[in-house]
């Protein structure tokens, strides 16, 4: 028999979520895309709960996490600054570790 731990990892600031899974994809997908609408489409959430999902992660940021451009002839957008990039690979990061470290707990079970 085989076994697996599953886990998920957020960030809390304050006892509100500051980052975890589906705050990072949409901040990737903000990235990828250059804009909170198109981000908020490509990940199937309507605008207004990507909206506050970003509102949200920015109040708790030290810093900007993301840029807004007013639209105009070439459009507004959206863009994620340094600060913002850094805090997906930071996540990123803890999160392949934490499995990491699980994938190496699980082992035990292997003695029992």
């Known amino acids: 028999m085989s076994y697996k731990i599953k886990s998920r ?7 509100s979520v500051f980052l975890g899974e589906g705050r990072v994809k949409l901040l990737k997908a903000i990235g990828e895309t250059g804009s909170l609408s198109k981000a908020a489409k490509s990940l199937n959430l309507s605008y207004k709960k990507a ?3 970003l509102d949200a992660v920015n109040k708790s940021a030290k810093r900007p996490v ?5 639209g105009g002839k070439g459009g507004g957008g959206t863009e994620l ?12 990061e803890i999160n392949k570790n934490c499995w990491a470290f699980l994938d190496q707990q699980i082992e035990k079970f292997k003695l029992l």
Request: proline content about 0%; charged content about 20%; glycine content about 4%.
């Open 66 to 70: 993301t840029t807004n451009h007013i």
């Open 9 to 15: 990892i957020w960030i809390e600031s304050d006892k």
């Open 51 to 53: 909206w506050s999902l």
């Open 81 to 92: 600054t340094d600060y913002g990039k850094s805090l997906i690979f930071t996540f990123d």
